[in-house]
């Protein structure tokens, strides 16, 4: 399967024509990464891995209402930039929170700009090092709360059921049985009551506070298509900041740009890593190429160390544990590699796992390594992945010997890879005996002057306005 072959569905101009009824916005748009994410985790038997979460004290919840209150954007200063983050993204720093991926664009421009953030499972990372972040979950809040006291529109109920069918004629996949497009009706009901209010309370929010710009996280997947139109409608100019890895195959980042008319929905402006990214992505949106602060701040304080050993990284993405685990074992077992170093980095979400899923590397001595990843990074010769990941491009930072397993997931994300790529052990070993380099520059992944490239963009931003 080739993404592009998924981008068809939206080949046919009547999938927009089903409409929720005041915004004007596609019910499609608020879908689509549901739909697109069912098929390729079917398509690819691959799984959703969420981090469990505890039930929420009483305190907790009080405390959580309390802070969305009495930090809401409606007490924030006017500022001429409005940023609307994550707080799962915070960092801690000298005992105190940062947004990682915007706080050196608030230090940038501080007194223009005001940094939103949603709550991470109904709480807030504390305390926050800028005073000056409010929270964002009070709109939504507003939203939701008031369309539990509404009934659905007969015309919005009449769309969705005419869209249901048209998917059901359209789009053939396996996964999207009966069951499934009963569910998704039934989401897209609940949708089509909150985005009125949503609409209602954002649209308030921008006539009281008329920020110039604002940068939405995640706003190209579709479901801030309201948000955006309606800023539009008010000459505010919209923008998305990238947040991780991109690529021609990620379904929030490429769209089918036949329908022009649609660019309304999404933002003027993507700002990406570097100019290699540019050529990743095919949005409506006009590309500038920024840099990373919180990359180049985080990665200059490494320094590259020689080893005595030369030392294999491999970083596990979490979808082929025993391809790893048999990866590993015949490196080890080869004499070839019997005076190399070899460290195993499992995913995240796999800590939990790591006797069920690696206990054979255990038995082997192999090194399980979950420490700070840079520090690794800046002392291996080389780094080897299962998988797709933005550690990859990070990796470039210190090294060009960074390989990729070959299998029809990654051949999915990555059909032209900058990276070598191997589908069997004796592959891999070639590939480390030969020191076979990535070719492509690093400057080109990571523009080094995001400073400059940001104060140059807002600045152009804020005259025209």
Same mark, same amino acid.
Request: charged letters at 25%.
């Given at each position: 399967?080739?993404?592009?072959?998924?981008?068809?569905?939206?080949?046919?101009?009547?999938?927009?024509?089903?409409?929720?009824?005041?915004?004007?916005?596609?019910?499609?748009?608020?879908?689509?990464?549901?739909?697109?994410?069912?098929?390729?985790?079917?398509?690819? &038997?691959?799984?959703?891995? %969420? #981090?469990?979460?505890?039930? $929420?004290?009483? +305190?907790?919840? /009080?405390?959580? @209402? =309390?802070?969305?209150?009495?930090?809401?954007?409606?007490?924030?200063?006017?500022?001429?930039?409005?940023?609307?983050?994550?707080?799962?993204?915070?960092?801690?720093?000298?005992?105190?929170?940062?947004?990682?991926?915007?706080?050196?664009?608030?230090?940038?421009?501080?007194?223009?700009?005001?940094?939103?953030?949603?709550?991470?499972?109904?709480?807030?990372?504390?305390?926050?090092?800028?005073?000056?972040?409010?929270?964002?979950?009070?709109?939504?809040?507003?939203?939701?709360? &008031?369309?539990?006291?509404? %009934? #659905?529109?007969?015309?919005? $109920?009449?769309? +969705?059921?005419? /869209?249901?069918? @048209? =998917?059901?004629?359209?789009?053939?996949?396996?996964?999207?049985?009966?069951?499934?497009?009963?569910?998704?009706?039934?989401?897209?009901?609940?949708?089509?009551?909150?985005?009125?209010?949503?609409?209602?309370?954002?649209?308030?929010?921008?006539?009281?506070?008329?920020?110039?710009?604002?940068?939405?996280?995640?706003?190209?997947?579709?479901?801030?298509?309201?948000?955006?139109?309606?800023?539009?409608?008010?000459?505010?100019?919209?923008?998305?900041?990238?947040?991780?890895?991109?690529?021609?195959?990620?379904?929030?980042?490429?769209?089918?740009?036949?329908?022009?008319?649609?660019?309304?929905?999404?933002?003027?402006?993507?700002?990406?890593?570097?100019?290699?990214?540019?050529?990743?992505?095919?949005?409506?949106?006009?590309?500038?190429?920024?840099?990373?602060?919180?990359?180049?701040?985080?990665?200059?304080?490494?320094?590259?160390?020689?080893?005595?050993?030369?030392?294999?990284?491999?970083?596990?993405?979490?979808?082929?544990?025993?391809?790893?685990?048999?990866?590993?074992?015949?490196?080890?077992?080869?004499?070839?590699?019997?005076?190399?170093?070899?460290?195993?980095?499992?995913?995240?979400?796999?800590?939990?796992?790591?006797?069920?899923?690696?206990?054979?590397?255990?038995?082997?001595?192999?090194?399980?390594?979950?420490?700070?990843?840079?520090?690794?990074?800046?002392?291996?010769?080389?780094?080897?992945?299962?998988?797709?990941?933005?550690?990859?491009?990070?990796?470039?930072?210190?090294?060009?010997?960074?390989?990729?397993?070959?299998?029809?997931?990654?051949?999915?994300?990555?059909?032209?890879?900058?990276?070598?790529?191997?589908?069997?052990?004796?592959?891999?070993?070639?590939?480390?005996?030969?020191?076979?380099?990535?070719?492509?520059?690093?400057?080109?992944?990571?523009?080094?002057?995001?400073?400059?490239?940001?104060?140059?963009?807002?600045?152009?931003?804020?005259?025209?306005?």
């Amino acid at each position: 399967m080739l993404f592009d072959d998924l981008l068809k569905i939206e080949d046919s101009k009547v999938l927009f024509s089903y409409q929720f009824k005041g915004i004007n916005v596609p019910i499609w748009f608020y879908i689509r990464n549901e739909i697109l994410r069912e098929i390729i985790d079917c398509e690819f &038997l691959q799984s959703d891995p %969420r #981090v469990l979460t505890h039930k $929420k004290k009483v +305190i907790e919840m /009080l405390k959580y @209402f =309390l802070l969305t209150l009495i930090k809401n954007p409606f007490f924030s200063n006017r500022k001429d930039i409005y940023i609307f983050g994550s707080d799962v993204v915070n960092v801690k720093e000298n005992g105190k929170f940062i947004n990682r991926l915007y706080n050196d664009f608030y230090e940038t421009f501080p007194n223009k700009t005001q940094i939103l953030e949603s709550s991470t499972n109904r709480s807030y990372q504390r305390p926050k090092k800028h005073k000056s972040i409010y929270y964002s979950d009070f709109l939504d809040l507003f939203a939701i709360l &008031l369309s539990k006291f509404v %009934r #659905v529109e007969k015309e919005d $109920k009449i769309a +969705i059921s005419e /869209l249901i069918s @048209f =998917l059901k004629k359209n789009v053939n996949h396996e996964s999207l049985n009966d069951l499934y497009f009963i569910k998704l009706e039934k989401i897209l009901i609940i949708i089509s009551k909150r985005v009125r209010f949503s609409s209602f309370i954002y649209k308030y929010l921008f006539k009281i506070k008329k920020p110039k710009l604002i940068i939405l996280e995640d706003a190209s997947y579709g479901s801030m298509a309201h948000i955006i139109l309606l800023a539009k409608e008010l000459g505010i100019v919209t923008a998305e900041y990238q947040h991780g890895y991109i690529g021609l195959s990620h379904r929030g980042y490429n769209h089918n740009l036949n329908y022009k008319q649609n660019s309304k929905y999404f933002p003027d402006y993507f700002l990406h890593y570097g100019k290699y990214w540019g050529s990743q992505c095919r949005l409506f949106s006009k590309k500038i190429a920024i840099g990373s602060p919180n990359i180049s701040k985080t990665l200059n304080k490494y320094k590259t160390k020689q080893n005595k050993l030369k030392t294999i990284l491999f970083i596990s993405g979490g979808t082929s544990p025993q391809e790893v685990t048999q990866l590993i074992i015949d490196l080890k077992k080869d004499n070839q590699f019997r005076d190399y170093r070899i460290l195993f980095r499992p995913h995240p979400a796999e800590k939990i796992f790591l006797d069920t899923r690696y206990g054979l590397l255990k038995d082997l001595n192999i090194e399980i390594y979950d420490s700070n990843l840079y520090e690794a990074l800046v002392s291996v010769d080389y780094v080897i992945s299962d998988g797709v990941s933005s550690v990859l491009y990070e990796a470039l930072y210190f090294m060009n010997k960074i390989y990729m397993m070959d299998t029809r997931f990654t051949k999915f994300y990555e059909e032209n890879s900058i990276f070598p790529t191997f589908k069997t052990s004796n592959e891999l070993k070639t590939l480390i005996l030969d020191n076979v380099e990535v070719q492509q520059d690093k400057n080109d992944i990571w523009d080094k002057n995001w400073k400059l490239n940001y104060e140059n963009f807002i600045n152009e931003v804020l005259e025209l306005k």
